[in-house]
């Protein structure tokens, strides 16, 4: 019984990918254009999300600043989920909502792109966050689920919406990782050409 049930997890998960592959290449093509343009202009990725969103962001940045799969030079991303001094000051001094959007209206500048991770597209300190980044002419590049929630009201036509047709919040985190790593790959494609066989 708990065996079937494990497979049926496997299915689901593969069962929404295929869905997804179709419906999210178009706006991931999108993401990559407005993160490679901000990427060779000398501009950052700021990343952010709560819980597992938290988990995925720094991973996004680790794989920038240090790599993906293949060598290349470093590239500009922050994880806004990592600081515990300014996360614990700002919740203290002001409140949850803004741990995300101090950062971003320190850090930010013109032409960033802010990475923004909610599965339900209602995190308020990532609502917040991504309110800061228009008010710094930032892209928002926004992963969500759940039919995009409050933040799908909130993104202009420059940003880029990609949005998990499901409801369940562990089949979303499934596929924001893979998304996540397309964005990886795209980029360094983008970069570096294509990988020479040896």
């Known amino acids: 019984m708990l065996e079937q049930r494990i497979q049926q997890q496997f299915f689901d ?5 295929y869905a997804a592959a179709e419906v999210l290449s178009k706006p991931i ?3 990559v254009s407005a993160i490679v343009g901000c990427i060779t202009s000398g501009g950052k990725v700021l990343t952010c999300g709560n819980g597992g969103s938290a988990a995925d962001a720094q991973h996004f940045a680790a794989e920038f600043v ?12 922050i994880a806004l989920t990592t600081d515990t001094s300014i996360l614990t000051a700002v919740g203290n001094d002001y409140s949850f909502e803004f741990i995300y959007s101090k950062q971003v209206q320190a850090l930010g500048a013109p032409g960033d792109v802010l990475l923004a991770i909610t599965t339900s ?6 609502v917040a966050a991504v309110e800061a980044a228009h008010a710094k002419d930032m892209t928002v590049i926004a992963l969500t689920g759940h039919k995009g929630g409050k933040m799908r009201e909130l993104l202009s036509e420059t940003d880029v919406h990609i949005c998990v047709p499901h409801d369940r919040t562990a089949r979303i985190q499934e596929v924001h990782l893979l998304v996540l790593h397309c964005l990886c790959d795209a ?5 570096l050409g294509e990988q020479e066989n040896t």
């Open 187 to 191: 980029v360094d494609l983008q970069l």
């Open 121 to 126: 597209g209602n995190s308020g300190n990532v």
């Open 29 to 31: 093509v999108d993401a």
């Open 13 to 17: 998960s593969a069962d929404l990918k």
């Open 66 to 77: 240090g790599r993906f799969e293949r060598e290349r030079p470093g590239l500009a991303a």
